[in-house]
């Protein structure tokens, strides 16, 4: 009896026996022609659980024929890595496959550098976390990045069926069917896990007694009670949260409602009602802005309403704020006037404030000429008339440019523009 997971057994001793990541090791590619050339650089691989980092570290090792050995970042301590460099010098190079590399300590760091630089060690580093953001920057830049795309449902179930093929590593010896039900089940359930799918698919076939045939049949609910769904995952503090984030505003931005939804649906399931609501009304002023400008209220009022509720229920507003929000004309052309109006005062251009607008509420303003000259707007027919507001330095500076994508500011646009004619 095989004592070690079917996932492990599996591990592709060659590069050419990866599943997916095609941009990176298809016929071409960077890591490809690295491989083929047999000139390696450290390296990070950079993805989720399960979908090949250190099957590819392995597979670079098989393929090079360099001598590989495992560690993990946090479980190793300095010592395991002076043995490393020893076997390195012993083969002349050694790739040292470094597991959630984004939790080396600065002591494992300085011992490991020099033989990074010398080229007597290949680092590849496998982490789930973004490297631009965990990884100490002498690390990062000593390393080529590759960042792992997930694995699709396709992928999942060719690694499932070469495991049922393979005769020495899989179960190609045995008389086993899957029906085409239970290996769809298995990989999706899986969430682009292909470890996860391989442990259970073995855990079926351990766990089913052949029939009078000597056949083994996994069914659906054999699957489905042996892989469980892979629970969603989310890290508030992570990476892929931020980019739900991103995406979830791009989507309402770009006014597709389905999108959008999908992207709320995440955020609901990952309980992170906050970030939705601080996300929702940031969208509703910067990207509706004055096309409808109730939009504003009616999202905070869902917000509200949403936070007295709380989930589940608080899905409901919710997806009534986002629907809007996506159908909404937009316009982004009130903040980007006063990001314009910053970059100026940034730029030192401020200019003094003329002298007819400053104040004169207080005796001796008339001598030193504070509010004198001053037009009263309502004093005029329609409450203006015209004088300059900005300073001498500035007079000329127009740092609104209105949008026609909504009533309101059509209304704004065409006061706007009438003002600037210089009417009399």
């Known amino acids: 009896m095989k004592k070690q997971p079917l996932a492990f057994r599996m591990r592709p001793k060659k590069i050419e026996h990866i599943i997916g990541q095609q941009h990176l090791i298809g016929e071409g590619k960077l890591l490809r022609r690295m491989v083929d050339a047999g000139q390696l650089s450290s390296m990070i691989l950079y993805g989720p659980p399960g979908i090949g980092k250190t099957s590819i570290a392995s597979a670079i090792s098989g393929s090079t024929g360099t001598p590989s050995k495992m560690l993990n970042a946090v479980v190793n301590n300095k010592k395991d890595m002076e043995i490393a460099v020893e076997e390195a010098k012993m083969y002349g190079q050694l790739i040292l496959i470094l597991d959630?590399?984004?939790?080396?300590?600065?002591?494992?760091?300085?011992?490991?550098?020099?033989?990074?630089?010398?080229?007597?060690?290949?680092?590849?580093?496998?982490?789930?976390?973004?490297?631009?953001?965990s990884i100490n920057p002498a690390i990062r830049s000593r390393c080529q990045i590759f960042e792992l795309e997930p694995l699709t449902a396709p992928d999942i179930e060719l690694a499932l069926n070469r495991a049922l093929q393979d005769e020495t590593n899989g179960y190609g010896r045995e008389k086993i069917t899957v029906v085409d039900e239970a290996l769809e089940h298995l990989a999706l359930a899986c969430g682009g896990d292909v470890r996860s799918a391989l442990n259970g698919l073995e855990l079926a076939i351990l766990s089913t007694f052949p029939n009078e045939l000597g056949e083994k049949v996994i069914s659906l609910s054999t699957a489905e009670s042996c892989i469980q769904k892979k629970s969603f995952q989310h890290d508030k503090d992570g990476d892929a949260h931020y980019d739900v984030l991103s995406a979830f505003q791009k989507s309402i931005r770009g006014s597709d409602v389905n999108a959008a939804l999908h992207y709320l649906a995440r955020l609901i399931e990952a309980g992170d009602l906050i970030s939705i609501h601080r996300r929702l009304l940031v969208i509703a002023y910067e990207d509706i802005g004055l096309a409808s400008p109730q939009a504003g209220s009616r999202t905070l009022s869902a917000i509200e309403s949403a936070e007295r509720l709380g989930l589940p229920e608080a899905r409901i507003p919710l997806a009534n704020a986002v629907i809007e929000l996506c159908l909404s004309p937009k316009s982004n052309s009130a903040y980007k006037a006063l990001d314009a109006a910053l970059t100026d005062i940034r730029n030192g251009k401020i200019g003094v404030i003329p002298k007819h607008l400053k104040d004169s509420h207080y005796q001796g303003a008339t001598q030193l000429g504070r509010g004198m000259d001053y037009k009263y707007p309502h004093d005029y027919e329609h409450g203006w008339v015209k004088q300059q507001y900005l300073p001498d330095a500035l007079k000329n500076s127009s740092y609104y440019q209105p949008k026609r994508t909504g009533k309101f500011e059509m209304t704004l646009a065409d006061v706007y523009e009438r003002l600037h004619r210089n009417p009399k």
């Open 100 to 133: 959630e590399v984004h939790r080396l300590d600065k002591g494992k760091q300085d011992f490991l550098l020099p033989y990074l630089e010398n080229g007597l060690l290949i680092l590849i580093g496998a982490t789930t976390a973004n490297p631009f953001h």
